[in-house]
């Protein structure tokens, strides 16, 4: 098909004004049958839509947008995303349940989607973000705010020249250029047109240190995904994990007192567990200060050839839960988990074909959702009530409520404050406020005195950095950054410490912080 005939079935479109995927599909065929051609695919008509709204030759049509952008769910959150892998290097860990294939970063293999493309661009992050920029752009996604995700065995065990190489690599990625620097890298992302609003990197518990933490901000981390698996020392020990929950508990206290975001990862279903031990796990982390996580992925465990676990399920020592016991389990933790903490994953990314036994079931979460709501219930995670999986705009903030939440984590305080429609099922915007109880004897000085902006996130579909959205940039970051403000005046701090991805620095600086050492602090009146 020509590039003419697909910008004659934009202005079809255009003229049609469909109001969902099925009606723009139904133009969409009927105009390609006229000229003789197949149904072409989202991508080639997006490009002869930007296309003719380049020439002048149509307005911009944020509907049509929407409908011809392919998984608009991947920046429904207000992020575009984009995940790199490390190379393979040697893991600390000896986990029974982890996958060690050759040439592959601990417990990742070659056919995941993630691994597919590291292992086309030889692990070189810069190709990898490069590639997934371009596939974003042409799939209609907008790209200028990027969370980067890092992965690949134990990120803190990688040599500390690879480390500094590879942040670079991805700095230089998303700005277009090389820099002599990391610390060049950074600045100029800063005005950059693919911004790193958010860097998470991937490690254990028992590599945690206050000079793990200091080199992790020199990097310009924000979140830290820490593999705990379980809090039972018995399974942590049967499971050769190499860690305790103690451990765990230390890492989390230094982590939070830095001001990162935490992702826990645990595993449902390991040898030695029990569906009653693990529901009684996440009951624990949920209401026990010394836990109380932010989000959560949970990994229900399964076997895989190239596990030592492979060798426990063929001799029948390990067997698996039954998919009525792991429904049943994942639906009791649903509904406990409170509405500060995000369930990121419920089950591991891996295909189908390599999977001899435990879950297999790739849709688990919509299976889960369809159940609650035959049920009657609804789980009040952040990311079951984030406003773009809800369809709700607010039509001002006047619609929206102001709910402020607070408890006991780590050896501090932190106060959850977020605007939510007034049932409480939808949430816009929120922001972690953590008042450290070592506030006066932090061991990052620029932390003594402050009170700790940890996440500040406004959801809905991603809208361009000067753009108006239906949610994004109508204000909502503001008056939330405001409220923690007055809180640590009533406190009697007089600092506030944002813990912000190199390209927020900016937006930080209109509201009077400034850059000190990595963070964004601003002394309060």
């Not at 984009?82 to 056919?111: D, H, W």
């Not at 206050?210 to 593999?227: A, D, Q």
């Not at 408890?407 to 932190?414: P, V």
Request: glycine share 6%.
């Amino acid at each position: 098909m020509t590039k003419i005939q697909l910008q004659k079935i934009i202005k079809s479109l255009i003229k049609a004004v469909p109001q969902s995927y099925k009606e723009l599909m139904s133009t969409v065929r009927r105009e390609a049958g006229n000229f003789g051609f197949p149904t072409p695919e989202k991508s080639k008509l997006l490009s002869a839509y930007h296309s003719l709204l380049k020439n002048k030759k149509i307005k911009h049509n944020p509907n049509l947008e929407k409908l011809l952008t392919k998984r608009a769910v991947r920046t429904m959150s207000g992020v575009a995303v984009i995940t790199v892998l490390t190379k393979a290097y040697p893991c600390p860990g000896r986990c029974v349940f982890c996958p060690t294939e050759a040439r592959m970063p601990k417990s990742y293999l070659s056919n995941e989607p993630a691994v597919m493309r590291a292992i086309l661009n030889d692990f070189d992050p810069y190709r990898q973000i490069k590639m997934r920029l371009r596939a974003l752009k042409a799939n209609g996604h907008k790209t200028d705010k990027v969370e980067l995700i890092v992965i690949g065995g134990t990120w803190s065990s990688h040599p500390h020249q690879y480390q500094n190489w590879y942040i670079k690599r991805c700095f230089e990625a998303l700005n277009g250029r090389k820099a002599k620097s990391l610390k060049q890298a950074q600045k100029t992302n800063e005005t950059a047109k693919h911004r790193c609003v958010g860097l998470t990197l991937e490690t254990r518990p028992d590599f945690i240190t206050e000079k793990e933490i200091i080199r992790m901000r020199n990097y310009g981390c924000t979140r830290v995904e820490l593999g705990i698996q379980h809090i039972d020392n018995k399974i942590l020990a049967y499971n050769k994990r190499g860690h305790t929950a103690e451990r765990s508990i230390k890492a989390l206290r230094l982590l939070k007192e830095a001001g990162f975001k935490i992702n826990l990862h645990f595993m449902l279903d390991l040898p030695g567990s029990s569906p009653a031990k693990d529901l009684a796990m996440f009951k624990k982390i949920y209401t026990q200060s010394d836990f109380m996580p932010d989000m959560v992925k949970v990994y229900p465990c399964v076997v895989n050839e190239h596990a030592e676990l492979y060798n426990w399920w063929k001799s029948g020592r390990y067997k698996p839960y039954s998919e009525k016991q792991l429904h049943k389990l994942l639906i009791n933790i649903k509904k406990i988990t409170p509405e500060y903490v995000r369930i990121t994953r419920l089950i591991r990314d891996i295909p189908k074909e390599s999977i001899l036994a435990g879950n297999s079931i790739t849709n688990l979460r919509q299976l889960l959702d369809d159940e609650s709501k035959k049920e009657g219930w609804s789980c009040r995670c952040i990311r079951c009530r984030e406003v773009s999986r809800h369809n709700q705009a607010a039509k001002s903030i006047d619609d929206l409520i102001l709910k402020v939440r607070s408890y006991r984590a780590s050896c501090g305080t932190e106060y959850f404050l977020s605007y939510e429609s007034k049932d409480e099922k939808v949430i816009y915007s929120f922001l972690r406020l953590r008042l450290d109880d070592k506030a006066r004897s932090n061991f990052m000085p620029e932390l003594v005195n402050a009170g700790l902006v940890r996440e500040l996130h406004t959801y809905g579909q991603l809208t361009e950095l000067g753009q108006r959205g239906k949610v994004q940039h109508i204000g909502l970051g503001s008056k939330l950054l405001k409220e923690a403000e007055n809180i640590c005046q009533k406190e009697g701090l007089p600092k506030m410490a944002i813990i912000a991805g190199v390209g927020v620095r900016q937006y930080y600086e209109k509201f009077g912080y400034k850059l000190e050492g990595t963070y964004m602090t601003k002394k309060l009146k």
